[in-house]
């Protein structure tokens, strides 16, 4: 079992950036590949972002990639998504997630949810 805890979430202007946090315990985070998703109101959950187990493959949906980055400190055992330009579609909360089976990659089926930190991107 691992436990998620994200942050970093809130409010920022469009064309602005955020960086994401989600702290993992219980498991070490290398024993997982991990992503983030999205769901906003009234709409389906999304896959935004993925980063493999081994932490060297990474995998974006169309709609971020060039402004979103994925990536792991694994001494801090921490998973972030850093957001650059984000625009008012990126409004959502946000969820980290992380799935032990490796080779579902590049697909994302994750075991294990953290609650969620909403953005806001708004002037």
């Known amino acids: 079992q691992v436990q998620l805890v994200e942050s970093g979430g809130g409010l920022v202007r469009p064309g602005g950036s955020l960086r994401l946090s989600c702290a993992a315990s219980g498991r070490p985070l290398s024993a997982f590949s991990m992503g983030w998703f999205r769901q906003a109101p009234g709409k389906e959950r999304e896959f935004v972002a993925g980063?493999?187990?081994?932490?060297?493959?990474?995998n974006y949906s169309g709609s971020v990639k060039d402004r979103f980055t994925i990536s792991r400190d694994y001494a801090k055992n921490t998973m972030y998504l850093q957001m650059n330009n984000v625009n008012p579609e990126d409004t959502a909360v946000y969820l980290c997630a992380a799935d032990p089976i490796d080779n579902h990659w590049p697909r994302l089926m994750p075991d294990y949810w953290g609650q969620g930190t909403q953005v806001t991107v708004s002037s």
């Open positions: 980063i493999r187990r081994s932490g060297f493959v990474t």
